[in-house]
């Protein structure tokens, strides 16, 4: 009886520690917190393109990978300007050593936005994971690029979940948009058959969009808010050392009167 009360305790000791899902839909707590989502809302992604794992042909090669492997992705609109993927491998991705890149055309005009050729061409943001490194560049409509939006990462099973903060085309409800992935080992030594690569088609994005402002994390404050006005040394060392102060030690303070 000793030993069953003993199980049962250590049981429950286990689901106490498991990690939290407020809202049922299959991500913690923590990585909701972390990619900018709401806890109480469950998110559902919409697969906007099946890739599918690589042929029986690429998967015998010696340079093939799994985790590089894309088979799937997904999309979301979280609020805002808040674009969220969620990109599917046959193994759990390792960032680390890796290479993703999402070509966004965000206003669905091929004439804007870099200047290259298909499936590219047109690209206003390229979304980036890079050998542990997650960041984004800005296409101008006449090709010039600027550093973008930053980007949240994290990794989850077999997938890579990603979020950026910027706006994209909608119609009527949903987002209408495209996107592109791309795949590979991380490593300029590594020789045309060493490298394991995989490339998807442009899919269009067409998910509902989510009412309302993206959830600000701290990472998305780039300056001081909600200060009415502040105070530098500047103001304050010349009330301090105003001759018009009196100084008196704490032994000589007459404190009668005070409560």
């Not at 009360?5 to 939290?20: I, K, V």
């Not at 909608?170 to 987002?175: E, F, I, L, S, V």
């Amino acid at each position: 009886m000793v030993r069953c009360a003993a199980l049962l305790a250590a049981a429950l000791c286990a689901l106490s520690l498991g990690a939290a899902d407020t809202d049922g839909d299959g991500l913690d707590d923590a990585i909701e917190q972390q990619l900018g989502l709401p806890l109480t809302v469950a998110d559902s992604f919409v697969q906007v393109m099946e890739d599918g794992v690589e042929a029986e042909v690429q998967r015998a090669k010696p340079a093939y990978k799994p985790e590089r492997d894309v088979v799937a992705v997904l999309g979301l609109h979280a609020g805002g300007n808040r674009n969220v993927w969620r990109v599917d491998f046959a193994a759990p991705p390792q960032p680390e050593s890796g290479v993703l890149h999402l070509y966004v055309d965000a206003d669905g005009d091929e004439a804007t936005g870099r200047k290259a050729g298909k499936p590219i061409g047109g690209t206003d943001y390229m979304v980036s994971a890079v050998a542990g490194n997650a960041y984004s560049q800005h296409y101008l409509p006449d090709g010039s690029n600027e550093p973008g939006p930053r980007v949240v990462t994290a990794v989850v099973g077999n997938s890579l979940y990603l979020t950026c903060d910027f706006p994209v085309r909608q119609q009527d409800g949903t987002t209408d948009y495209s996107v592109q992935v791309l795949s590979h080992d991380a490593g300029k030594d590594l020789t045309a058959e060493q490298r394991m690569s995989d490339s998807t088609v442009r899919a269009p994005v067409q998910v509902p969009v989510r009412p309302g402002d993206e959830i600000r994390r701290l990472g998305d404050y780039t300056g001081t808010e909600g200060f009415v006005g502040t105070f530098d040394l500047a103001l304050i060392r010349p009330a301090l050392f105003s001759e018009a102060n009196r100084w008196v030690t704490h032994d000589d303070l007459l404190l009668d009167g005070y409560r």
